[in-house]
């Protein structure tokens, strides 16, 4: 494909490692086991694969909390696994994505042990220490200081009290982080995701966030000296120099409390390559349910539109990942799948790199758990009011086979009671199926230049459908999406429309219930 670059024209696929494929029948998942799926991930049609974090962790926070950068969790392989890993996926065209956890370590990591050890210690400034705590809150719970008695002050944590803040502002800090970059960039790896980014630099002298209207102590206060510090650009920009200093190598950030407008402020030839803006996923403060009509998703549609067009930033589109309940959970209703039709073909077809998570390709649902199954800090703090975030983690649904042919062992959460009739093989061989649906939409990515590049142009349409056009070079294709369960008329522009995809029977122009058509102008 001519001028095809993976990280804007291709699909990143999440894997969340100790979910995925457990190769030695631990219950984890490990990197053996994602290498014996590297085939299925190549023939599904994906570009690119982003790795959760399978890094030494004491599992506080499941991988997200890291007790060495440069290291693999023995439980997930050894670093010849990961060499293995890169040189397979390379082998078949698809690229690596690490997941790096900056902004904290996990408390057992050497450079924190070092930093608590006496206040003295060269490493001491590594972290932030104070003697008195201000007012920040932890977005975990509780307060976001704890007390260390064997040297008499606090360190700063914005997750869990074993989720330690760095000090981006001291230079060997920063140093030690690009060392980071380097690392794996000299292993082979393709690009980056940089978990919660923006909040690596905090106001120099820490002061009170000011109040603000929220449920919990941590939504009561205005973020504006805990993340977001003007410190971040000029450290974008030098990573984004390492970066350069290598061939097609890529970074996004996970934006915390991202709205377009900001997401894009971090984006740039000297910056990010992208960050997420997590348009689709966020749950209305004032009613916390998850939105999905037509008016509101175009409304969000074209939010994103307006300013990245404006900026000149490629944006990215999410429907899941391994914080949020899965699309499929959040719009549908028991085993039905017609909303995950339409959430895969929206993630698809809008402008923007797509990013899959795990088991999204055949709607796997959020697992329920009781509360002592609870493995998830936040969830366990909150129950029942939140309850974590377990619920999407639980273990890829292979085959009908005892525990979903995810692994031989009891698995590190429940397999989905559902995985009997929703899992890949059933799925590949249901013509039908969402898994074939989505394997055919990536072809189709692939085949038709407009659908990834092309301008996006909202089109007039009766309630209960959205449609678009997607526009490159004189190619023109248009997305029809019914939300409703009656059948639908819709006005196509005049020409000759040719049909590409359709998800169900109806013809060009008219959609049956929550049908999706896709159609090109033929001449
Ligand atoms: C990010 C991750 C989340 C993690 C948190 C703290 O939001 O996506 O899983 O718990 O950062 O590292």
């Not at 490990?30 to 790795?51: E, K, N, Q, V």
């Not at 990961?82 to 065209?93: P, S």
């Not at 539109?305 to 499929?328: C, K, Q, Y």
């Not at 061989?429 to 969402?434: A, I, N």
Request: contains cysteine; charged residues 25%; glycine residues 8%.
């Amino acid at each position: 494909m001519k001028d095809f670059l993976w990280w804007r024209d291709g699909v990143i696929y999440q894997i969340y490692p100790r979910s995925f494929a457990d190769s030695n029948g631990d219950g984890l998942g490990d990197l053996a086991g994602i290498i014996s799926r590297l085939d299925y991930l190549a023939d599904l049609g994906i570009d690119a694969i982003w790795l959760s974090p399978f890094y030494p962790t004491p599992d506080k926070d499941f991988g997200y909390d890291i007790s060495d950068y440069v290291e693999v969790d023995p439980r997930f392989g050894s670093l010849a696994d990961f060499d293995r890993l890169v040189a397979e996926a390379h082998r078949r065209g698809l690229r690596i994505i690490l997941d790096l956890v900056l902004n904290h370590t996990s408390d057992q990591h050497a450079w924190f042990q070092e930093s608590r050890s006496s206040r003295d210690d060269p490493k001491r400034d590594w972290f932030i220490w104070r003697d008195r705590p201000n007012n920040w809150q932890a977005s975990f719970g509780g307060k976001a200081w704890e007390y260390d008695p064997s040297t008499g002050q606090y360190y700063l944590h914005l997750f869990t009290r074993e989720q330690p803040d760095v000090n981006w502002r001291n230079p060997e800090v920063r140093k030690a982080q690009l060392d980071v970059f380097r690392f794996w960039m000299e292993r082979g790896v393709d690009g980056f995701r940089l978990d919660v980014f923006n909040a690596y630099f905090k106001h120099p002298d820490l002061p009170d966030n000011p109040p603000k209207f929220g449920v919990r102590g941590f939504d009561r206060q205005n973020h504006i000296y805990d993340i977001d510090q003007p410190e971040m650009m000029p450290f974008l920009n030098e990573m984004r120099l390492l970066l350069d200093s290598y061939p097609e190598r890529y970074a996004v950030g996970e934006t915390y409390f991202a709205t377009p407008q900001k997401t894009v402020s971090y984006c740039g030839p000297d910056k990010l390559h992208a960050a997420f803006s997590f348009d689709f996923t966020f749950m209305e403060m004032v009613f916390p349910v998850f939105p999905w009509n037509p008016g509101w998703v175009i409304k969000q549609i074209i939010k994103r539109e307006v300013t990245f067009n404006a900026a000149g930033i490629w944006p990215t589109t999410v429907m899941s990942n391994h914080d949020l309940p899965r699309a499929a959970s959040r719009y549908g209703r028991g085993e039905n799948d017609s909303q995950s039709f339409l959430a895969m073909a929206l993630l698809l077809t809008l402008r923007g790199t797509p990013f899959i998570y795990y088991g999204e390709e055949i709607g796997m649902r959020d697992i329920q758990l009781r509360r002592s199954e609870i493995l998830d800090p936040p969830g366990k703090k909150y129950w029942p009011l939140y309850k974590g975030r377990d619920g999407c983690r639980s273990p890829m649904q292979w085959n009908d086979s005892p525990l979903a042919g995810f692994s031989t062992a009891k698995p590190w959460l429940p397999v989905h009671p559902n995985y009997i009739r929703r899992n890949v093989a059933t799925q590949q061989g249901d013509p039908d199926s969402l898994f074939n649906f989505t394997r055919k939409l990536l072809a189709l990515r692939k085949e038709i230049p407009a659908l990834r590049g092309g301008d996006f142009i909202p089109l007039e349409t009766a309630r209960g459908v959205l449609a678009f056009l997607r526009q490159l070079d004189g190619q023109s294709v248009l997305v029809a999406l019914n939300f409703g369960r009656r059948t639908m008329k819709f006005l196509l522009p005049s020409g000759s429309w040719r049909m590409l995809l359709i998800s169900a029977q109806g013809q060009p122009g008219v959609l049956s219930p929550y049908e999706i058509q896709i159609l090109i102008l033929e001449g």
